[in-house]
Nanobody, 123 residues
Framework: VQLQASGGGLVQAGDSLRLSCAASGGTFNRYLMGWFRQAPGKEREFVAFISRNGATTDYSDSVRGRFTISRDNAKSTVYLGMNSLKPEDTATYYC?????????????????WGQGTLVTVSS
């Protein structure tokens, strides 16, 4: 399984951005998908996850109401829509796959990881 994240960049506070993560080498709709992020000097933290069929989602408190996770199983792609971006959202964002369909906020529960895409939000 390979995950390729894209869509990061430099934006201003209040702007929007959409990240994509394309999967290959596996049966995409058998995986729960998650997004995590890691800011410089900080530990990796949970952002959101979405179940195999997209019916169940969860978000960290810091992004709930501003970010939206979605997936297109026909395209083997998961998305993270980010609105009202803040400087504290600056981080490298990683997508991850979990074989189990049980939602989890713990990075250790995920089996495959993408390479990350950098999002920088200026004030």
């Amino acid at each position: 399984v390979q995950l390729q994240a894209s869509g990061g960049g430099l934006v201003q506070a209040g702007d929007s951005l959409r990240l994509s993560c394309a999967a290959s080498g596996g049966t995409f709709n058998r995986y729960l998908m998650g997004w995590f992020r890691q800011a410089p000097g900080k530990e990796r933290e949970f952002v959101a996850f979405i179940s195999r069929n997209g019916a169940t989602t969860d978000y960290s408190d810091s992004v709930r109401g501003r970010f939206t996770i979605s997936r297109d199983n026909a395209k083997s792609t998961v998305y993270l829509g980010m609105n009202s971006l803040k400087p504290e959202d600056t981080a490298t964002y990683y997508c991850a796959q979990r074989t189990s369909n049980l939602g989890s906020r713990w990075s250790d529960d995920y089996d495959y990881w993408g390479q990350g895409t950098l999002v920088t939000v200026s004030s």
